[in-house]
């Protein structure tokens, strides 16, 4: 039995490992190669883009695959819904995997936005001093009027593309997670951050921010993450994932 993994996330290299060795099924991970210097899962792996839902379909059926999971990043939105056609069409099964997202406790004052456009306009009335931790490619978003005078430190995996819109006061920050409480405390001291803006991506790696900012008594923008496509099953966890593979 022959499994696609849509992955690049903690979640699909974890899914592979658990895989890897299974008598009787091959394992592929694709990766969308957006970010340099990825994490590779174990096992078969092949990076780039499919063409749309076009090309998907004819790569599930050309290489035979019996299982298709979509165990990307829970705001890849656009391949999320691609393979939910591309697997219609090719008549394969498909399975979401998605780890839980955020959950505010005693002590959080978050405010909700439903896309990175709005948080960007609930900034003003928050802070001045921005912490933006929603990646290279939505900075665009707090280039615009509403972000005019406000400081913002971005941090992420890679710096944006040239000719990007950035916002015009930004200091960019390239790191990778985990990311460690300790060190989430210094930067928000050091950089004097007034507001955290965060995507619900869910899972242990960048929680730590969230954790920091409760501590400081900051305000934390969240923009919530897209659903998984209608009629797509969904399970939490890589073991999870396994399990519901060997029943299909």
């Known amino acids: 039995m022959h499994t696609l993994i849509l992955g690049g996330t903690t979640e699909g290299r974890r899914l592979a490992e658990l895989l890897a060795g299974a008598p009787g099924l091959r394992v592929t991970s694709s990766l969308a190669g957006r970010v340099a210097g990825p994490r590779l899962p174990v096992g078969e792996v092949r990076v780039g883009g499919f063409g749309g839902v076009p090309g998907l379909t004819e790569w599930l059926r050309t290489h035979h695959v019996d299982v298709l999971i979509d165990a990307t990043h829970p705001f890849a939105e656009k391949i999320s819904f691609h393979a939910a056609e591309a697997a219609a069409d090719a008549h394969v099964p498909l399975l979401a995997l998605r780890r839980p997202g955020w959950v505010p406790g ?3 004052d978050w405010h909700l936005a439903e896309s990175l456009p709005e948080a960007a306009r609930l900034l003003p009335r928050l802070g ?8 290279r490619l939505g ?3 707090f280039a615009g009027p509403a972000s005019a005078g406000l400081w913002f430190l971005s941090r992420s995996v890679d710096p944006p593309e040239p000719g990007t819109p950035v916002p015009a006061l ?5 790191s990778r997670g985990p990311f ?6 210094e930067l928000l001291r050091s950089h004097r951050i007034e507001v955290l803006v965060t995507k619900d991506s869910g899972g242990a790696a960048t ?6 900012a409760r501590e400081a008594g900051l305000p934390v ?7 998984v496509p209608p009629g797509v099953r969904e399970v939490s ?3 999870e994932a396994a399990g519901a593979l060997r029943g299909l």
């Open 106 to 108: 005693a002590g959080d």
């Open 128 to 135: 001045q001093r921005i912490f933006l931790t929603t990646g």
């Open 139 to 141: 900075l665009a978003a």
């Open 170 to 174: 930004m200091e960019l920050l390239l």
């Open 180 to 185: 460690a409480l300790d060190d989430e405390r």
């Open 207 to 212: 929680a730590p921010k969230l954790a920091a």
């Open 221 to 227: 923008v969240v923009v919530r993450r897209p659903p």
């Open 237 to 239: 966890s890589p073991e």
